[in-house]
């Protein structure tokens, strides 16, 4: 397959061509080691996260590697989907660090570097633990505003916090603070959520006064105080009066930020000509998409989408077209911050209720040529199935697997699957089955190419589907082995679950990403003064 060396990457890299750098190891090893704009998009999901990552088939892919040498494979199903230019870089995250380049650990590196540059360009007001403590302890009118997302909120949160997301933050605030001398307090598990949802606030002239909490939960936890599990604190429906004020502090950023609008024939015409990546971003919430979107649209929250932009975004160059309902509060907020990140983002003119395009309420699943020849079983055919040679393989997240999988099934990874030979070749038939539908079907598509004379199926609905019919599970909290979970970032893994050693580790590498981010000297940040 065609190369493309470290250095020639840097040039390209710093030029106005839309390029995706696409970094097909699994999360485990991509967490360790991986360059700033590198989307991670695991061989185990390829076909559907590069869909929706890079639309434009005509983009120049980039792809990385690692020891399991999958990008061969990978480009060979790049081009069944019709992708067309597509490179190697060659030697990987050894060669661009050889080459003087920068190599980040963990996740989301861009948008937290942001955040903690934000905070130190605007010297965004934070209380620690204590102080908020001891404000609630003297009856101070204080309001605790959880940025998380509400699966998060729920599992464990601040007492008496309200699920408000980051992307909810500006358009809900109205409803939940009505006194302007209320104290507003934005918290999340750590430091980058709370400081943009505050900052949020502070930018669109919020008159009460805001604080992000410093170190979230974690740091909560860490001073001895208590949190809660299973909140149900979430925020009401937005009141016309609470919308009113919302779209005055929305109009507020727009005045202070360049934020422009695109209509909906635009959008249709770029898609048309085909020579950007074209992203419809739905940031509303899950009830409101479900409710029905734009055709083609994906759901992108806009605090996640801003916290996490290039798990939908691999093409810094691409158009991100933000889809709202009026007073596009929502939209406004998340296209302030992306594009102080360097991100071409616009509002859709009318939103969803104006959409020239059909409103679904579900979209076809994407066209992958492969998964033609997968066969769906229910779980009554696969207990069947498995009376005689059958092999069961949970191609699942390895953790899961450790919790509760089919008794007696393996666990296996994609990129690894010939380490089966030997147990496929002694089966009749394989059963495959995930949580997620695609690494199944991907994972069996790969084995039908292998061993075509194999009688190959996916469980339909996976785990679920067979504890739903009776079937058995079982437990096994050690396997597979840490070494095999490659799919599974064990740095700092544990630091929400009360390893004060783990919290400061992550905390130490959050406070150190503006000097990385500065050696690298890639990003295009613009900081709203």
Sequence with gaps: MNEISATELMKTISSDEEIAIVDIREKGHFGLEHLLHAANIPFSELETGILLQVPRRTTRIVLIDGIDSVAPRAEERLRELG???????????????????????GEDVTPKAFGEIVEEELHTPALNPQDVEALIGKGEDVVILDGRTWPEHHGVSIPGSISVPNGELLLRLPDLVKDPQTTVVVTCAGRTRSIIGAQTLINAGVE???????GGTQAWRMAGLSLHNGSTNRFAEVTPEGAARAEAFANDLRRKTDIPDIAQADVERVAAEGQRNLYRLDVRTREEFDDGHIAGSVHAPGGQLVQGVIRWCAVRKGLLVLI????????????????????????????????????????????????????????????????????????GASMDYRHSHIAGAVWAIRPRLEALRERVQQADSIIVYSAVAARALLFAAD???????????????????WVAAGGEVETTPHAPPDEACIDYLFWAHDRQKGNDAATLQYF???????????RDGTSEFRILK
């Design 324 to 395: 709202d309902s009026a007073p596009f509060v929502r939209a406004v907020s998340a296209a302030h911050w992306l594009r102080q990140m360097g991100y071409d983002a616009r509002v859709l003119e009318g939103g969803v209720a104006g959409a020239t395009a059909q409103v679904v309420k579900d979209d076809p699943p994407p066209a992958i040529p492969s998964l033609a020849s997968v066969a769906l079983v229910d779980a009554d055919r696969a207990r069947h199935l498995r009376a005689g040679k059958a092999l069961t393989i949970d191609v």
């Design 447 to 465: 084995l039908k190419r292998l061993f075509p004379d194999r009688d190959v199926c996916v469980l339909d609905g996976g785990l679920s589907a």
């Design 83 to 105: 992708y067309v230019t597509i490179d190697r870089l060659t030697g990987g995250v050894d060669a661009w660090r050889e080459a003087g380049g920068e190599v980040f650990i």
């Design 208 to 214: 009460n006064p805001v604080y992000a909490l410093r």
């Design 508 to 518: 130490n590498w959050e406070h150190g990403l503006p000097n990385q981010i500065n």
